[in-house]
């Protein structure tokens, strides 16, 4: 690392604003700083140990409907600076919210998240660490340095498990929390069986329930669960939460790069470890309603844009269907080849150093001949894999 930073984030009592005061200590005296940030958020001051002046490049559209458009900035001085202080605040991207406790107790919480909130994508490269200040009504939580998560203090509940400890405001949600404690364990015993063991050891949960997504695996040490539906029995509930332990975990072996169009790698062995748990556990109920609500997701993306495929034009991170194309090209792997090369695909996945289409072919072409790579092959590109 060529430079440390450390970021004073305050969260405070204004919910709607987060301020933070970003401190460089370069290692070598440079002159020239490029940065960008959020563009919800807005430049307080910029310092240094010598005069700079800063102004705004460009604005730059986000790639992905998850991360904020940014404003690229640049600071320059005469003399050549060593230290730079920035500060900068405003409503986070992200969401924040107070809402109702659901106990009977009419309690009010406040409940923050925050996503790529801080300078990031530097033209030097800065080691940064996170101090948080004014959370004395907060317990907070970070990861990735870009996201945030907070609950307000004494108005939400942590269950501990064996294994992880949830952070919920529902009461009703802890019968839902021991059907993900029972298949984090079962589910991991299954991966950690048929990929390679990894120990999770001490997992936080958090339930935020205030949007529509259905969860993402933070790291190795933090699942977010979205919203968590109103379910009509007790089976219905089961099934989610094997769905969701199933894909969320399965994360642990596929990861998510989510910066170009082979993100669909990721998704598809996160998504098909779920669903091959089901099948080898007889669970085709579940089985049958997940390709079902995928095929359902899809025809609601095809409303949006009828033309998207996994390998998209310019190869970048598609806006959707990165969850559930691949999902369903795997789905007629199967329904034309059994379980047996599905199996073979996952692991082959899981062999790979980094997602690359090509080298998971190749790959597959070694182990099952030409006809199972050639119709995935195919299917990067194709709108129907009925007629592959
Ligand atoms: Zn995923």
Redesign the pocket.
């Known amino acids: 690392m060529e430079a440390k930073g450390k970021v004073h984030i305050s969260i405070g009592e204004n919910l709607d604003k987060i301020s933070v005061k970003c401190v460089i200590e370069f290692a070598l005296p440079i002159e020239n700083f490029r940065f960008k940030l959020g563009l919800p958020l807005k430049i307080d001051s910029i310092d240094a140990d010598v005069d700079v002046e800063w102004d705004e490049l460009r604005a730059i559209k986000a790639q992905h409907p998850v991360r904020p458009d940014v404003r690229e900035i640049n600071v320059s001085a005469a003399n050549p600076f060593k230290k730079l202080t920035v500060g900068y605040s405003g409503r986070p991207y992200g969401w924040l919210n107070d809402i109702s406790g659901s106990s009977g107790d009419g309690l009010q919480i406040a409940l923050f998240q925050s996503s790529s909130w801080r300078v990031y994508e530097t033209s030097v490269p800065v080691d940064f660490a996170l101090v948080f200040e004014d959370t004395a009504n907060y317990d907070v939580w970070e990861y990735y340095s870009t996201d945030i998560f907070a609950f307000k203090k004494g108005l939400y509940f942590t269950a501990v498990h064996e294994d992880f400890a949830v952070h919920c405001i529902k009461q009703s949600h802890k019968e839902y929390i021991r059907f993900c404690a029972e298949y984090f364990n079962k589910i991991t015993a299954f991966y950690s069986a048929l990929y390679c063991p990894i120990d999770f050891g001490k997992f936080e949960v958090l339930i935020m329930d205030i949007n529509d997504s259905e969860g ?2 933070i790291g190795e040490s933090l699942l977010v669960i979205g919203k968590v539906p109103d379910f009509a029995n007790a089976e219905e509930m089961r099934h989610h939460a094997m769905i969701l332990i199933g ?2 975990f ?2 642990g072996w596929f990861g ?1 790069d989510w910066s170009s169009w082979e993100v669909w790698l ?2 598809t062995g ?2 098909w470890s779920a669903l091959l748990y089901l099948l080898t556990e007889g669970e085709t109920k579940c089985f049958d309603n997940r390709i079902a609500q995928l095929q359902k997701f899809e025809e609601e993306f095809d409303t949006i844009d009828n033309s998207y495929v996994i390998k998209t034009a310019d190869l970048s991170c598609p806006q959707f269907g990165a ?1 559930t194309r691949g999902a369903l090209l795997f789905y007629e792997v199967y329904r034309r080849y059994g379980t047996d090369a599905i199996k073979t695909i996952l692991l082959t996945m899981g062999e790979l150093d980094a997602p690359d289409t090509e080298m998971l072919l190749a790959k597959l072409r070694i182990k099952l001949g030409e006809e199972i790579p050639n119709l995935i092959e195919r299917g990067l590109t194709a709108r129907d894999y009925s007629v592959l």
């Open positions: 993402a695996l894909h969320e399965g994360h998510a990721g998704e996160a998504e969850h």
